[in-house]
């Protein structure tokens, strides 16, 4: 592998809050540390959907999951894949539904919860939460700072080239109190309390570090459909790499091709966008 890399992705979370409410990560943009773009997902903008669309790099129409309730194992080539086929170890600490996608169908809480598989062709270190029970009043998610302390042990004790990291806290929080509200800003404010410490610390490990989130949300907590509230969020890049101008608007069909391409591991032919670092 050329570089390691962490994507940390915090799903659901609508540009104008990223840049609004992420005082941490906007003060390394000010202080040239971090670089940040809008990101447009695809359509469905639906969190399943758009997980496999983020790995694999092609669109739902192509990948097939139409949304949250249509998970399966894909069969596309993926991040995870193309990382194993250059040689590099892989980590994940997510939602099940990427265990599904990515490694085995359906999920076994036994099983899958937690492995450690060096042969694997796909995710060979993986620690997983299904928020099974999920709803309204009861979201069933873990703490953040619990999800980012488990990659960064995965990374210090499996020497990770490529580990991803997802949370739902700020997706859940939004379908709950939806995005104008004083529970809202002070979700986000956490997140980003929570997160921040860790970002020196992964630099300091040589990852270049991708965060970012799945999709938006609109002002009732909705997204699914077309809009910027509901597609357009934003991406924080640190690391060293060129990348396009300031008000560039990404595809997230580009980000799997640009995180394999920082990695140095092969770019599946499936994979037609372009990367946006160079």
Same mark, same amino acid.
């Given at each position: ?32 540390? =971090? ?111 619990d999800l980012f302390g488990t990659l960064t042990n995965l990374a210090l ?49 040589g990852y270049e570090v991708i965060v970012t989130a799945d999709h938006g ?16 969020? =934003? ?29 140095? =591991?092969?770019? =599946? ?10």
């Open positions: 592998m050329d570089r390691k890399l962490l994507l940390i992705i915090l799903d659901g979370v609508p540009y104008r809050n990223f840049r609004r409410l992420f005082g941490n990560l906007e003060g390394w943009v000010d202080s040239g540390d =971090a670089r940040v773009w809008k990101m447009r997902a695809v359509l469905p903008s639906i969190s399943a959907s758009c997980y496999a669309s983020i790995h694999t790099g092609v669109a739902p129409a192509e990948h097939g999951c139409t949304g949250n309730g249509n998970v399966f194992r894909l069969g596309h080539k993926d991040v995870f894949s193309q990382v194993r086929e250059g040689g590099g170890v892989t980590g994940a600490v997510t939602h099940s539904f990427w265990s599904q996608f990515f490694n085995r169908h359906p999920f076994d809480y036994v099983r899958d919860v937690e492995y450690d598989e060096p042969e694997s062709k796909t995710i060979n270190h993986g620690r997983f939460h299904s928020m099974t029970g999920y709803g309204h009043d009861n979201q069933m998610t873990p703490s953040d700072v004790r499996f020497g990770l080239d490529y580990g991803i990291l997802h949370t739902c806290t700020l997706d859940s929080m939004g379908h709950r109190f939806f995005h104008d509200c004083q529970q809202m800003d002070h979700a986000c404010f956490v997140m980003d309390e929570m997160l921040a410490p860790f970002i020196p610390r992964w630099r300091d490990l949300q609109d002002e009732r907590g909705h997204h699914g459909g077309r809009g910027p509230l509901q597609q357009e969020t =934003a991406l924080y890049y640190f690391g060293d790499a060129e990348g396009p101008e300031q008000d560039a608007v990404i595809d997230q069909l580009q980000l799997a091709p640009t995180i394999l391409s920082r990695m140095g =591991a092969p770019i =599946a032919d499936t994979m037609k966008a372009k990367p946006f670092l160079k």
